[in-house]
């Protein structure tokens, strides 16, 4: 652990409304908009390619000393053979709720030649043009156009919040605000590579992190564009599988119907697991599902149903389970098809069965359902339907012994949380931003991805709220992935309003 000292401390707050803190930074904004950008960009330009851990100690440094610029006293929180988390605080005066804001520096991986331009660390200010993305020249000063984007990777995922965070403190500084609350900062650099670190990391500095919640900033806000309080995620279990068919490819005229065939074997197997719309087939699966209380079933139902436009856009002719709404689906678990590969298809076939086929897929889980117990109820039930499991490369005596072989193998896996709407952390941070916003501000219950917040939930035993600011259609993990400009702004005049106001509506006992 390296100890970065704050340089500077930020002037003393002033007492006024919610209206007259967001307007200042506001306007602040409105006239630093070029140099929010550039700083953006040059972080960017820095490669976050996940597990590449020079690259990546380089995003933490530079990380570490933007916070010191505005008076964060700043720590990188060592790891063996990992980037560092970069640990920051900012401490109000006197008696104070502490707060966490979390995002991650790190990124997927790139194909370069699959980018508009092909150099996915040179971002890329563009504009929308007759259905095509086009390069502007970023100006020397003046506003931007809210609906500009900069392209490159992590600018959704997950750069954006660290800098509008660091760029709602600067338009703090600037009106004479201070956070009214102690704020600590965590950002991670292994998000993208299953946090292997991660656990250590809290069980190690647990007295540090000290806190009263977390806010996870991570994730897009809603498919409506409208700003969303995320109560929990999905937990997820990845498998990869391989069935066997016979020891060398064989001609499929003269064995087939006769040798037993991997593509029809992995089908028979996926089907096995779920049925069309959905449903877990899988005995048991459901006995540790915790249902949706009435009250998060009403929150998912009373949020914008962006159902049909989202059909219209992804040329879907309908969706499973009846056309069932997408909001109360993300409160089911679920079993997903990532990939199947088997021969070959189009100019490439062969009339042949081959040797083998490979199927990778997903189940993600609700509240009280385990990684587990996942292992165990599927394995058992592949075993039921005639499956022989091993959890490395088949032997020739296990293929000569057992018709139908699959080798399994599991990836680590993360549970689910979701914290109660009535919880204080929860409590505080509607009111902050329905002030903010002079409307609700979305409360979903869960939504449908994954982050590591049970590891936080397990370890340090706090409340763990997601609230993301970046655009639903930023293209997170795949080619040009990017930032809208508006998203940003909105997120810089939230977290001012988090900064200076969650204590206002923080309730005074817990419910």
């Known amino acids: 652990m390296r100890t970065i000292p704050a340089l500077f401390a930020l002037v003393a707050p002033a007492t006024m409304l919610a209206q007259g803190t967001s307007k200042p930074v506001r306007d602040w904004r409105s006239t630093h908009e070029v140099a929010i950008v550039r700083e953006m960009n040059a972080l960017l330009a820095l490669p976050n390619v996940t597990r590449d851990t020079a690259s990546l100690r380089r995003n933490a440094t530079a990380i570490a000393a933007l916070m010191q610029r505005r008076g964060i006293a700043t720590q990188l929180l060592e790891t063996k053979d990992g980037p560092p988390v970069v640990f920051g605080e900012l401490k109000a005066k006197g008696p104070a709720k502490t707060l966490v804001l979390y995002a991650h520096y790190d990124g997927q991986p790139v194909i370069a030649t699959e980018w508009q331009g092909g150099a996915p660390f040179t971002p890329a200010f563009r504009m929308q043009r007759d259905g095509k993305w086009v390069d502007i020249p970023l100006p020397n000063s003046g506003r931007l156009d809210p609906e500009a984007r900069i392209f490159a990777r992590g600018s959704g995922d997950d750069k954006a919040p660290i800098i509008a965070i660091l760029a709602a403190l600067d338009g703090m500084k600037s009106a004479g605000q201070t956070p009214s609350i102690n704020l600590k900062f965590f950002f991670e650099g292994e998000e993208e590579s299953e946090s292997v670190h991660l656990e250590q990391t809290l069980k190690t500095h647990a007295a540090l992190l000290a806190s009263d919640g977390w806010i996870f900033c991570d994730s897009p806000v809603h498919a409506s564009r409208q700003m969303q309080v995320v109560l929990g995620v999905r937990g997820s279990m990845g498998l990869e599988l391989t069935v066997y068919g016979p020891s060398r490819a064989l001609h499929s005229g003269h064995y087939g119907n006769w040798a037993p065939n991997p593509g029809i074997l992995v089908s028979e197997l996926l089907t096995s697991l779920r049925d069309a719309d959905g449903k877990i087939l899988v005995k048991g699966f459901q006995d540790d599902v915790l249902p949706p209380t009435a009250k998060e079933l009403a929150a998912a139902r009373a949020l914008p149903k962006p159902d049909a436009a989202l059909r219209q856009e992804l040329l879907l002719g309908g969706t499973e389970a009846n056309d069932a709404l997408l909001a109360e689906r993300l409160l089911l678990p679920g079993l997903n098809v990532r990939g199947i590969r088997v021969g070959n298809v189009e100019g490439a076939a062969a009339n042949a069965i081959a040797t083998d086929a490979k199927a990778s897929i997903d189940f993600r889980l609700v509240p009280k359902q385990t990684p587990e117990r996942i292992r165990q109820l599927v394995e058992a039930h592949l075993v039921a339907n005639g499956w022989f499991i091993t959890h490395a490369a088949a032997t020739d005596q296990e293929r ?62 706090v409340p763990l709220i997601v609230f993301p600011i970046a655009n639903h259609d930023d293209n997170q993990h795949a080619k040009d992935e990017n930032i809208r400009l508006q998203n940003m702004w909105d997120g810089i005049d939230a977290f001012a309003a988090i900064f200076t106001r969650l204590d206002h509506f923080w309730p005074s006992t817990t419910p």
């Open 400 to 461: 000569l012994s057992h018709k139908k072989v699959v080798r399994l193998t599991w990836g680590a896996g993360d549970a689910a949380t979701r914290v109660s709407a009535d919880s204080p952390v929860a409590t505080a941070l509607f009111g902050a931003m329905d002030e903010l916003l002079g409307k609700p501000i979305l409360r979903v219950p869960t939504m449908g991805g994954t982050l590591p917040t049970a590891i936080f939930e397990h370890t340090l035993g």
